[in-house]
């Protein structure tokens, strides 16, 4: 997907529509979408311009406490729901119409049988102060309640909660997903 078509859709998560009169007030408004714009325009820029560009989204992340590093591969339509600190590990990878809660950690195990990062599906809700950490794959559909300490594969339609986490499969988790990009 082109980063214009990228910049859309992480719009209409927010506002569910792509016009010049809500990118303004987005860009201006909304601090997460304002840094997934420069994360966006990183990722499609030419060589010269990659180096100024990763100096705004650095000077973004001290601003906001995003931490979401240039390397993370992230889906179409991100929302990042709230200004808050939000972790992500330059490995992991999300899926399409994710949405990110404030205080979310998204991490590396580095040692055991889960060494490695979270592999994110489509259509997920991440709640305030989630962590997921290890090499797991968290399905499509999924809701992950504020506070949830996710360490195993999650699968898809399923609600996560607590800690350790419990896992509630085949919970209908339809509405947690506004504005929802579609190809």
């Known amino acids: 997907m082109r980063v214009r078509q990228l910049i859309k859709s992480d719009l209409h998560r927010y506002h569910g529509k792509t016009d010049a009169k809500s990118f303004v007030k987005a860009f201006f408004l909304i601090e997460g979408f304002r840094y997934m714009f420069f994360f966006r325009l990183h990722k499609g820029a030419a060589a010269p311009f990659r180096i100024l560009l990763r100096l705004i989204l650095r000077h973004y992340?001290?601003?906001y406490g995003f931490q979401i590093p240039h390397t993370t591969k992230v889906g179409y339509g991100l929302y990042i729901g709230h200004f808050g600190?939000?972790?992500i590990n330059g490995n992991a990878q999300l899926g399409n119409n994710v949405n990110l809660s404030p205080?979310?950690?998204i991490g590396q195990s580095s040692r055991g049988r889960l060494m490695g990062v979270p592999v994110v599906g489509n259509r997920v809700w991440i709640g305030s102060n989630a962590i997921i950490v290890g090499k797991i794959n968290i399905g499509d559909?999924?809701?992950i309640a504020p506070?949830?300490?996710v360490n195993r594969d999650i699968p898809a339609n399923s609600l996560v909660?607590?800690?350790p986490a419990v896992?509630?499969?085949?919970k209908d988790v339809e509405g947690y997903i506004c504005n929802e990009w579609g190809l």
């Open 85 to 87: 600190t939000i972790v």
């Open 167 to 170: 896992i509630y499969e085949g």
């Open 141 to 143: 559909n999924v809701m």
């Open 61 to 63: 992340s001290y601003k």
């Open 161 to 163: 909660m607590g800690n």
């Open 103 to 105: 205080g979310v950690v």
């Open 147 to 149: 506070g949830a300490y």
